[in-house]
């Protein structure tokens, strides 16, 4: 059954710098990367050897944990540097491209004559499993288990988020043969919600149950759709995956190559001239960033967005679930009496002698200053401000801090994701690391209870 | 350039010293600091701590103020130097004379508790090597605004080290303390010196060094006057409105609170939640006494009838109702945490409160202990609130499985 989504409870935070509805084919860059980080409480185990070459879509390297996931090279070329961090664990693959890929053949398969095993069995081995994650612990998920349900999120509404009507043009045929093969993977039904007044494809899709929701962020968080849809339950599971995989599953499918191909997009206040970039997963962000320009020296970039992406240098490389890249001004600098004076230029949810709340249609330029220092938690009420879920944000973090397990599962640990509490950490006066908090809990019920 | 480069400098010299958090206290009182992001969300909302406690102190600006004026004017009025204020805007209230003596009074009381206060803070901070926290911002300036004008220096020192060590530090600072700490300053105050503390000779400055003379001062409250049946004395509503009258420094102006109170409402730092229901609470209870009288079960005989015949509504502007339920009710660390939590908490205040008031007539102000009792129950509260929460999910799950 389809069920309309109101959200009310949320935060529209504008900035400067959204990218410009222009789709260019980015420079190919000369490495390319993957940092194991990326797949949570997942290890490495690597197929290939240091110099060995390989083809675009072979096996780099599988799970230790599960054998069965492998992770795929996004483009042909040599493997040329692992680098390691303490305890030697593997930070980052990277991959010396060659001029232009020639794909491991995968064979053409259509995946209604495919049963939900060979299904499966085809996506663990091409690599393209990990696009699959699941609830709870926002991890890769577990092939073994049958979810109740897949969500889909057709919608984002976070600041400067790339728009997924734009992304996902011309490949309905991709989404389609995706959808299908995954539909056959769980008991359930598979949920895609989109904005209310969307008139995109994925409103005409098969194979889906269809939301529609208003577009107050966090609406497009995948999250709160499970939240208002159908919550998850002690002992059961859901699989999330990115309206933009769902085309690198569906043209494996359909052509037999695994396409790392991701649109993403440039945004934010020191790019130049921000529009979107047709690349590949885990390429030099350097090659999209000055190939538009920046109009800043001190800058903060950044693989993904800016509430939950990940902090990289431009010669790092795209992540491997992000479609944006974000560059926004760094703030290490200090603002002569910045806790009292009135203020015009930052977002702020009250009214504090902040007065972004009379300015509401005003694009702003933040920078990455903390505008103030951390703190024991103080003020109350204003997370569930912006929080739609039905959860206390402040007491399950707060049992997040403690090691409360009993707590955490009671107050409802297992449907949520760090990037859920973005928009709080966003707000919170105490300048709490609220994503990081939540990691962490999810990281200590998986070891305790798994 | 020349200030904030060299107090970077400083600041880098002395980092990870004992006395950094000292340095860095004063240090972003002038400069917001250079912290930036690292993971998570690399945008931050512009308000800190510093900033929503600095807006409290600005909603008490305003009573502070009108504080020092009305110290002074009722020991001019008594002393029949001037005559009675007609209106809010009268000279008769605001007049040097009027300020000259409640400014000596009540700026000692002010720099006393921020002095001592924050000392305190600063030593622990010192100690624990933790960053000194803005919560006595808004304790050092509520601590002179609920005390008697007369009370001695010596004693609010006293009163302030064990408010600050035992009410907050011993629990680990600012956010983790149980009790609101201005209120366990004036409560250890109110037992351990209760002459200075209630009565009918302190709440005018004076009043207690003119004992059995001839031209003696009255330092009666209104509150205390009707504990004892004698009625308003010379008190009409619209001087207990526009805060005229003899109480604690700061809340007797209940216009001046109402207009703090809307300051906090619109900027969204107060909880309005807190402030309505700890209304609807008191005036609840004053309907409650209303109705016990109206129907003869108490009789003028009674030495609760002065009290239990007040109208319910005039509650709310006799004595230091409205005060607590605006600034100290609504302390974020204190209160409930739960927004369904913070109406029933509230809303126990206030009726607690108004029957205290009503049924103890040897100290009739009953909003302090209200509050500090609330303050001890809101975690329960709150566990109530949570495990509605929490049923509901267990519900979920045992629907799925049946």
Same mark, same amino acid.
């Given at each position: 059954?389809?069920?309309d989504i109101?959200?009310k409870?949320?935060l529209?935070i504008r ?5 410009d ?10 490495t ?12 490495p185990?690597?197929?290939?050897k240091?110099g060995?070459?390989?083809l675009?879509g072979?096996?780099l390297?599988y799970s230790?944990?599960?054998?069965a ?11 040329t540097k692992i680098?390691?961090g303490?305890?030697r ?6 991959i010396?491209?060659d001029?232009k890929?020639?794909f491991?053949d ?14 499966k069995n ?5 690599g ?5 994650k699941q609830?709870?612990?926002d991890?890769?998920?577990n ?7 897949i969500?889909i999120s057709?919608l ?11 992304v996902l ?7 389609q043969t ?7 993977l769980?008991?359930?039904a598979?949920?895609?919600t989109?904005?209310?007044d969307?008139?995109?494809m ?5 194979h889906?149950?269809?939301?529609k929701t208003?577009?107050?962020h ?7 759709q499970?939240?208002?849809i ?6 059961e599971?859901?699989w999330?995956?990115?309206a ?5 599953i569906?043209e ?10 991701r649109?993403?997009?440039?945004a ?8 979107y970039?047709k690349t ?8 999209m960033?000055?190939?538009?320009g ?8 950044i ?11 431009p010669?790092q ?8 890249i974000t560059v926004?001004p760094e703030?290490d600098?200090?603002e ?5 004076k ?14 972004s709340?009379?300015q ?8 990455t200053n ?9 003020v109350t ?12 944000p ?5 049992a ?5 397990l009993d707590a ?19 707000v919170?006066?105490s300048k709490q690391?609220?994503?990081q ?5 999810l ?7 798994g | 350039?020349g200030?904030?480069?060299n ?10 010293t004992?006395?950094a ?20 969300t690399?945008?931050?909302?512009a308000d800190?701590l510093?900033?929503t ?7 008490l600006?305003?009573?502070?103020l009108?504080g020092?004026?009305?110290a002074g ?6 002393t029949?130097?001037?005559t009675k ?15 000259s003596?409640?400014?000596w009074?009540v700026?000692p ?8 206060g924050?000392?305190?803070?600063f030593?622990?901070a010192?100690?624990k090597g933790?960053?000194?926290?803005e919560g006595y911002l808004v304790?050092g ?10 009370i001695?220096?010596?004693m609010?020192?006293i009163?302030?080290?064990?408010g600050?060590?035992i ?8 956010g983790?303390n149980?009790?609101n700490p201005a ?6 105050l ?6 200075w503390m ?9 009043a207690? %060094? ?5 031209d003696?001062?009255? &330092?009666?409250t !209104?509150? +205390?006057? #009707? ?9 009409s509503m619209m001087?207990?409105?526009l805060?005229?009258?003899?109480g604690?420094v700061?809340?007797t102006s209940?216009?001046?609170i109402?207009?703090?109170a809307?300051?906090l ?11 309505l229901s700890?209304?609807?609470?008191a005036l609840?209870m004053?309907?409650?006494f209303n109705?016990?009288?109206n129907?003869?079960?108490v009789t ?5 009838f ?12 006799i004595g230091?109702?409205?005060?607590g339920?605006v600034?100290m009710?609504? %302390?974020?660390v ?6 369904k &939590?913070?109406? !029933?908490? +509230?809303? #126990?205040?206030?009726?607690?409160s108004?029957?205290?008031r009503v049924f103890?007539?040897?100290y009739p102000e009953?909003v ?5 009792l609330?303050?001890v129950?809101a975690?329960t ?7 509605g ?8 799950l045992?629907?799925k499985?049946?």
């Open positions: 059954m389809s069920k109101k959200i409870k949320g529209a900035l400067k710098g959204e990218a509805k222009s789709l260019s084919n980015a420079p190919r860059s000369r390319f990367a993957i940092r194991p980080s990326d797949f949570h409480l997942f290890t185990k690597l197929v290939k240091e060995e070459k390989m675009a072979e096996t390297f230790k944990q599960n054998q996931i492998t992770f795929s090279s996004p483009v042909s070329g040599t493997l680098e390691r303490p305890k664990v593997i930070t980052a693959l990277t010396e491209a001029q890929d020639t491991m995968y064979g053409v398969k259509t995946p209604e004559s495919l049963s939900s095993q060979e299904i085809h996506l663990l081995a091409t393209c499993w990990p696009f699959v609830r709870p612990y991890v890769i998920a092939p073994n288990i049958k979810p109740k349900a969500f057709g984002a509404t976070g600041p400067l988020d790339a728009d997924l009507d734009f043009q011309g490949k309905q045929k991709e989404v995706a959808i299908t093969a995954l539909s056959k769980t008991k359930g598979i949920h895609l989109v904005a209310k969307s008139v995109s994925l409103s005409e899709l098969d889906v149950v269809l939301h208003n577009v107050l966090p609406a497009g968080n995948v999250g709160t499970i939240n208002k159908d919550p998850v339950n002690k002992g599971t859901v999330t995956i990115a933009q995989d769902l085309v690198i569906g494996l499918f359909l052509t037999g190559k695994y396409n790392a191909e649109v993403v997009a440039l934010g206040s020191c790019v130049k001239a921000p529009k970039y590949k997963i885990g390429s030099e962000v350097a090659t960033i000055y190939d538009s920046l109009n800043e020296e001190n800058i903060r970039v693989s993904g967005g800016v509430l939950s992406g990940d902090t990289i240098s010669k490389h795209l992540g491997f679930y992000h479609n944006a926004i703030g600098d200090y002569f009496f910045g806790w009292n009135p203020i015009f230029n930052k977002i702020s949810p009250s009214r504090a002698l902040t007065f709340w009379i509401p249609n005003k694009e702003f330029e933040l920078n903390t505008n103030g220092e951390h703190r024991a938690f103080v009420g204003n997370y569930e401000e912006v929080f739609p879920l039905d959860i206390y402040l007491q399950i973090l707060k997040c801090l403690v090691n409360d955490m599962e009671a107050l409802g640990m297992y449907e949520v994701a760090p990037e859920d509490f973005a928009l709080t950490e966003f919170c006066v690391p609220h994503q908090i939540i990691r962490e809990g990281d200590l019920m998986y070891k305790e209870i | 350039m200030l904030k480069q107090l970077h400098t400083l600041k880098m010299k002395y980092q990870g004992k006395m958090p000292a340095f860095n206290a004063i240090h972003t009182f002038l400069y917001l600091p250079n912290e930036t992001t690292h993971n998570g690399h945008i931050k909302a800190d510093k900033r406690m600095n807006m409290v102190i600005m909603s600006a305003p009573c502070l009108f020092i004026f009305n004017y009722q020991y001019n009025v008594q029949g130097d001037v204020a007609l209106s809010f805007f009268s000279t008769e209230f605001w007049n040097f004379s009027n300020f003596i409640g400014a009074k700026l009381l002010v720099i006393v508790s921020y002095g001592v924050l000392l305190v803070e030593i622990f010192v100690i933790h960053e000194v926290e304790t300036m509520l601590v002179p605004l609920i005390v008697p004008v007369d001695p220096l010596w609010l020192s009163a302030v080290i064990f600050v060590v009410g907050k530090e011993v629990f680990g600072g600012t983790m149980i009790l209120l366990t300053i004036r409560a250890f109110f037992f351990a010196y209760p002459t209630s009565g009918d000779k302190v709440w005018v400055t004076g207690v %060094d003119t004992v059995g003379q001839p003696a001062i009255s &330092g009666e !209104i509150l +205390g006057s #009707l504990a004892q049946n004698n009625g308003y004395g010379d008190w001087d207990q409105f805060g005229f009258i003899p604690s700061g809340e209940k216009l001046l109402i207009v703090g809307l300051i409402i619109l900027s969204k730092i107060g909880s309005w939640r807190i402030i700890t209304l609807v609470g609840s004053g309907l409650i109705g016990v009288v129907a003869g079960w003028e005989s009674s030495k609760f002065g009290l239990m015949s007040v109208d319910f509504w005039q509650h709310l502007f230091s109702i409205l005060f339920a600034y009710a609504t %302390d974020p204190t209160a409930s945490q739960t927004n &939590g913070k109406w !029933i908490y +509230g809303f #126990l205040i206030g009726f607690i108004i029957m205290i103890n007539p040897a009953g302090f202990l209200a509050i500090l609330m303050n129950f975690p509260i709150d566990h109530y609130v949570l495990e929460n929490i049923k509901k999910r267990a519900n979920r045992k629907l499985t049946a």
